[in-house]
């Protein structure tokens, strides 16, 4: 059984962008067990790609190229194992502090999908460094994209501030758990961002199994399919 005998249609996106599937290195899986009946779950739904992105955290998560891709080659065999048809790829969700700059100037960023590089700021405040870390990633040659864009507060009162970020060469990957239709201002936001097609990517986030069921609910949504009939979404190129 498939996502289209379940749902009596296609899912268009066949490739994630955005999930923490790689055990016991940040606040996602903690085993391999956990992240292949996440994976058979992935797969159900459609997807034959996916792109886990562990935290990069200077204090809380300090993942780095060799740590990432000896837990990926780890899950890689497992689902070998499980004779499970889909390929996984590792990027990197990377926090936006003063080490990140760093990387960035010593070129050590883990990108997908050639340059893009998937990155994440404090909820409740906008970091002094921002600006200075997009102009970074741009004259490196990377392109960023900023993971659930509708999930930070000071940007939330004035969606000139996004359009602001987009100008600047930003691209927005909003979670796919942020268009069940609820009234909070995360859901809220993530609509106008629908309505203004301002969304380059959906991703899932998915951390562990009731994200991926909650997201297989939302699939079938109006939510889900005016993401994709208003913007250009990136995801399987």
């Known amino acids: 059984m498939n996502f289209h005998t379940l749902f009596g249609y296609k899912n268009p996106i066949t490739t994630d962008i955005h999930s923490h599937l790689l055990p016991g290195i940040d606040d996602g899986v903690k085993t391999i067990k956990?992240?292949?009946?996440?994976?058979?779950?992935f797969k159900l739904l459609g997807y034959s790609k996916l792109i886990t992105t562990p935290h990069v955290m200077s204090d809380a998560y300090p993942?780095?190229?060799?740590?990432?891709h000896?837990?990926?080659?780890?899950?890689?065999?497992?689902?070998?194992?499980e004779n499970i048809d889909i390929v996984l790829e590792a990027g990197a969700e990377y926090y936006v502090d003063m080490p990140f700059l760093e990387l960035i100037e010593e070129?050590?960023?883990?990108?997908?999908?050639?340059?893009?590089?998937?990155?994440?700021?404090?909820?409740?405040?906008?970091?002094?460094?921002?600006?200075?870390?997009?102009?970074?990633?741009l004259e490196k040659?990377?392109?960023?994209?900023?993971?659930?864009?509708?999930?930070?507060?000071?940007?939330?009162?004035?969606?000139?501030?996004?359009?602001q970020l987009k100008i600047l060469g930003v691209l927005f990957q909003v979670n796919i758990r942020s268009l069940d239709r609820k009234s909070n201002s995360i859901n809220k936001t993530a609509q106008k961002l629908v309505q203004l097609g301002l969304v380059d990517f959906l991703g899932s986030?998915?951390?562990?199994?009731?994200?991926?069921?909650k997201i297989e609910k939302i699939l079938q949504g109006n939510g889900y399919k005016q993401a994709i009939k208003n913007n250009t979404i990136l995801n399987n190129q």
Do not use: C, W
Not at 34 to 41: F, G, H, S, V, W
Not at 141 to 163: C, F, M, S, T
């Open 205 to 213: 986030d998915v951390h562990r199994m009731k994200d991926i069921q």
């Open 107 to 137: 070129d050590e960023l883990i990108t997908f999908q050639g340059n893009y590089v998937l990155f994440e700021t404090a909820y409740n405040s906008k970091p002094l460094i921002l600006e200075e870390a997009i102009y970074e990633m």
């Open 63 to 68: 993942n780095n190229p060799a740590i990432i």
């Open 141 to 163: 040659g990377y392109i960023p994209v900023l993971a659930h864009p509708e999930r930070y507060l000071y940007l939330h009162n004035d969606i000139e501030r996004y359009k």
């Open 70 to 81: 000896e837990k990926l080659s780890l899950v890689q065999e497992a689902i070998q194992e």
């Open 34 to 41: 956990d992240a292949i009946e996440i994976i058979k779950k």
